[in-house]
């Protein structure tokens, strides 16, 4: 039972919320700290519309930031766009307590996490979830990709007729599980699926012009299932394909080598610089089919997934204008000249 007239200091409010947040229910809390339940899910309220700062009573007013504001620019700069590792940090991602050290090894001032929070609020940032890129990239292939490479076969197949694809696969396991759903506050739902870790997997090609083309396979796909999906593909499409792919040892097969040398020119490959999916629009079908819907579905066999998987590539199939929508990727501007002809050619 709360204490009546109790009232909980600021440091008590946000502990409240972040216990919250990681699953402590209220009842805990509110014994602990002798308050009522409702009282913790006000500040819970106030804590994910507003953040902690909003939390204060209207009669506290804060403590100055320990920080001035050349300080502040200081700290943007070194958190911004900069890998931890660069500044002799163990981890990749930055963390709260990761720039408390930081402040204090740069200015030598010591913050709690909420008010390391506070500060980066200030400084604009957010907790976001980061897009990986390997290290073992190299920048000159990339631009000399985008900047000479892609305009020649762009060139070239505007001169021979050709359709130009990206292809790429991707796999999904059965456990594989994405997205939020709707529930009442300090009752954590609970979603019956498969326990199992089968897989399935996909290979699509998508074309600026908002075509998809794809297979869903059961098991895996090996170089035939490969060739098998690229003589599909010149089929559907009826004039020659440049088919863009990455460097794997599928799409390296001597099969599809010599299909497409055989095929009096309507396969002809090209090839990505290694370790660049990000040059590929094909993953923005991969994010949509397993991020936006497949992690959303709780299935119960490599059946039933195969079955999502195809009426989700299916619908996709038939929204060319979100297809194209993919390629405004800032990664993928060495195509937008390509996408905007091809706007332009189904406009009425």
């Not at 699953?23 to 409702?38: H, M, N, P, Q, T």
Request: a positive charge; proline letters at 5%; one cysteine or more.
């Amino acid at each position: 039972m709360a204490i009546k007239g109790r009232r909980a200091t600021y440091e008590e409010r946000v502990s409240a919320c972040e216990a919250l947040e990681n699953g402590v229910s209220a009842d805990e809390i509110a014994k602990f700290l002798k308050v009522s339940r409702s009282s913790i899910f006000e500040w819970q309220k106030t804590y994910r519309a507003h953040g902690a700062e909003a939390l204060r009573t209207k009669k506290t007013r804060g403590p100055k930031s320990k920080l001035d504001d050349g300080q502040m620019s200081q700290l943007y700069r070194l958190i911004a766009g900069r890998d931890p590792r660069q500044l002799s940090f163990g981890l990749a991602l930055w963390t709260r307590g990761m720039i408390q050290e930081l402040i204090f090894r740069q200015f030598g001032v010591r913050l709690s996490t909420v008010s390391v929070g506070n500060v980066l609020a200030k400084l604009g940032m957010s907790p976001q979830r980061p897009l990986y890129r390997a290290y073992e990239q190299d920048p000159e292939k990339v631009a000399e990709w985008k900047e000479k490479t892609f305009p020649q076969i762009q060139m070239r197949a505007k001169k021979e007729g050709a359709a130009i694809f990206f292809a790429d696969e991707a796999s999904v396991r059965t456990n594989y599980h994405a997205g939020t759903t709707w529930a009442p506050i300090g009752k954590t739902p609970v979603v019956a699926g498969s326990g199992r870790t089968r897989s399935i997997s996909m290979v699509s090609a998508i074309s600026p012009r908002g075509e998809l083309h794809f297979e869903v396979h059961e098991s895996g796909i090996r170089q035939e299932e490969f060739l098998d999906f690229c003589k599909m593909l010149v089929a559907d499409v009826g004039r020659p394909v440049f088919l863009i792919i990455d460097n794997s040892q599928v799409h390296r097969a001597k099969i599809l080598k010599e299909y497409a040398a055989q095929s009096n020119g309507m396969l002809t490959l090209f090839f990505l610089p290694p370790y660049s999916p990000d040059l590929n629009p094909d993953e923005w079908v991969w994010k949509n089919v397993k991020h936006d819907n497949l992690g959303r579905a709780s299935v119960k066999s490599e059946r039933q997934l195969a079955e999502f998987a195809s009426t989700a590539l299916a619908r996709l199939k038939g929204m060319p204008d979100k297809l194209r929508s993919f390629f405004a990727d800032p990664a993928l501007g060495y195509i937008r000249s390509l996408v905007a002809e091809s706007r332009n050619l189904f406009s009425p």
